[in-house]
């Protein structure tokens, strides 16, 4: 289970070995996102808080929109109220990468999918227990995908 001590040390001394690593050009990217896709994965960019259908499905796993990869289990997920898609803990401890981000006058710790390197959100220390973490999500950055097409 990821902490926040565990947090704090990637962003201070590196991030774990991704399980592969995707690379694209601006333009490959382009053509398989929408053009928000592109923005906010690509470029860092944020979508509007409460802006996201929730999902009320009971099982599945939440899926890089970018490269495919699994990030998060639908049992990690909760309702932070923050407006964003929140979780508690990534499917393993090498799918996300972490990051010092000191945008917008504040200091927060970027996350991004360790695989291709698209950008997901942020994580705090204010979540709920056991791992105290809130992985905070742009809901435009993940695919969800219903266990039942996992189990096929």
Request: charged content about 25%; overall charge positive; hydrophobic content about 30%.
């Amino acid at each position: 289970m990821i902490k926040w001590r565990d947090v704090v040390k990637f962003v201070n001394h590196g991030n774990p070995e991704p399980p592969r690593k995707v690379y694209k050009t601006d333009e490959d990217w382009k053509k398989v996102l929408s053009p928000v896709q592109y923005k906010i994965t690509r470029k860092k960019g944020t979508e509007p808080p409460f802006s996201y259908l929730k999902n009320e499905l009971k099982s599945g796993v939440y899926k890089c929109v970018c490269c495919g990869e699994p990030l998060f289990d639908k049992y990690a997920e909760f309702d932070s109220g923050s407006g964003w898609p929140s979780y508690t803990q990534p499917v393993a401890g090498n799918k996300i990468k972490y990051e010092k981000d000191t945008s917008h006058g504040m200091v927060r710790v970027e996350i991004s999918c360790n695989v291709c390197g698209s950008h997901l959100g942020h994580v705090f220390p204010d979540g709920p227990e056991p791992s105290g973490l809130r992985f905070c999500v742009n809901s435009v950055s993940l695919r969800f995908e219903p266990l039942t097409n996992i189990q096929k």
